[in-house]
């Protein structure tokens, strides 16, 4: 990223209206929200040792895929419509090519109410999603048979980040603006009772900090399995890549936007952006899955599933070669929200998680939430704090129970 650039981050960050700080600040995890968290740290002055055994965007960490969907549309849940508009503007400096803007179009084969409840949101946020006819639509897409859709809109401000390569950026701007790179493991914090006074690596040193931020995506609840407990469940997710025929852009960013189809199942895709592949994602969540032990072959299943969907929806691609695939993780909190909060029997760790297959695109935000909290005591929202998580099992377990 070019010194303007980060100037320009730089001035994003500071500009939030806090003094610099002189703490001495270790971070664990340098995925997507890892490696924001300490960037932020570091550009308001912080002392930052950033840690991580795989390396950024690593292919057992659940950023490590090739690309990430960002879009503004979150149902009815404003906060997240609001911090994916601050990431545009922290992602903007940093993402260059890594980010392709395509729009993206949600098709719907029954209620819609998830997309029509997100618009007063959007329209007051400034972002403009458009209302296509099914007729409409077909004429725009002809790649597209919407047989069975119902309703369409298009999100005009979406598209595809390059994620793992954009975790690689994160870091290296954190390097140059004089942060700490540390490629070791950190050895799990026996049950911590107090503040953390200092952290052991695997290479036999260790880093004394004031504060201690662990953003440890699927393994988080191995790190601290007596506050996460199973309240990140990793499940398996597989992603597959087609090649559309030979010498056509049907399937190109310009041609194609990101897609959503709202049917039995979810599934979504990302156009084929630099030739590696049109790829096609299954939202259900997978079976339960060890992010470090896992085998990472795609299924028949999936791809059998997968050619079945593009036979109804993508038909010229029904037969495409699989040209490649990706078997990642979710990091799912029970509600689906993010986890970021203090450890509750030590004030100066932080825990920070649980993207539940969401939260590439916010994770500069939740790189500032986490800096402005551990630094200049902000409140983090209620609905990413850990409280909730007993209170949500709770609920589920008194729902299950009524269901019996
Ligand atoms: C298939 C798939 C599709 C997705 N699609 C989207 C999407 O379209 N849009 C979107 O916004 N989000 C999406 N997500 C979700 C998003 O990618 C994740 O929520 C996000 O990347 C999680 O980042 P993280 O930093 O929390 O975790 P990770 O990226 O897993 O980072 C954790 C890091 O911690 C390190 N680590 C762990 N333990 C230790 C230790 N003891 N010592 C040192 N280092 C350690 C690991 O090596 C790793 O690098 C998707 C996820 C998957 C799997």
């Known amino acids: 990223m070019a010194t303007v650039a980060a100037g320009v981050l730089a001035r ?7 003094a610099r700080t002189k703490l001495r600040v270790a971070v664990v995890g340098a995925g997507a929200f890892g490696g924001w968290t300490a960037l932020h740290l570091r550009l308001l002055g912080a002392d930052v040792t950033l840690i991580d055994s795989g390396g950024p965007g690593n292919e057992l960490s659940s950023s490590g895929g090739r690309t990430r969907v960002i879009r503004a549309i979150y149902g009815p849940d404003r906060i997240y419509s609001e ?9 903007k400096p940093v993402a260059g090519r890594y980010y392709v803007e395509t729009g ?10 998830y997309v029509r409840s997100a618009l007063p949101i959007l329209k007051d946020l400034g972002f403009i ?40 950026v994160v870091r290296d701007v954190f390097v140059k603006e004089g942060g700490a790179y540390r490629a070791t493991k950190a050895v799990p ?7 953390m006074k200092s952290l052991s690596l695997a290479d036999g040193s260790h880093v004394d900090a004031d504060v201690y931020v662990f953003a440890c995506g699927p393994w988080l609840g ?29 399937y190109r960013p310009g041609k194609l936007p990101v897609w959503i189809d709202f049917g039995p199942r979810i599934v979504y895709g990302i156009p084929d952006i630099d030739g590696s592949g049109f790829k096609v994602a299954d939202d259900t969540r997978g079976e339960l899955f060890d992010p470090t032990t896992g085998k990472r072959v795609v299924s ?7 050619r079945q969907f593009l036979s109804v929806r993508f038909p010229e691609l029904a037969k495409a ?5 990706e078997v990642c993780q979710y990091e799912n909190s029970p509600d689906g929200n993010l986890i970021l909060d203090r450890h509750p029997a030590a004030r100066n760790v932080w825990l920070i998680g649980g993207g539940s297959g969401h939260g590439f695109k916010l994770s500069p935000v939740v790189g500032e939430m986490t800096a402005q909290a551990v630094l200049a005591g902000r409140e983090v929202p209620k609905t990413f704090r850990l409280d909730r998580l007993q209170k949500v099992e709770k609920r589920k377990t008194q729902f299950e129970s009524k269901k019996d």
């Open 12 to 18: 994003r960050i500071r500009g939030q209206g806090r």
């Open 83 to 91: 911090m994916v508009k601050r990431a545009y503007e922290l992602w």
């Open 104 to 113: 993206a179009l949600w098709m719907h084969r029954g209620d819609d109410a």
């Open 129 to 168: 999603v458009d209302k296509f006819t099914v007729a409409e639509a077909a004429r725009r897409y002809p790649q597209i048979d919407f047989k069975g859709v119902k309703s369409v809109y298009f999100e005009r401000k979406a598209g595809a980040l390059s994620a793992r390569d954009l975790c690689g």
């Open 189 to 195: 914090p026996q049950s911590v009772r107090g503040p």
């Open 222 to 250: 191995q790190l601290f399995p007596d506050v996460i407990d199973g309240s990140i469940r990793p499940t398996r997710q597989e992603v597959l890549y087609f090649r559309p025929p030979a010498g056509s852009d049907r």
């Open 300 to 306: 028949d299943e999936g791809v059998r599933r997968a």
């Open 321 to 325: 070669p699989l040209s490649s695939a």
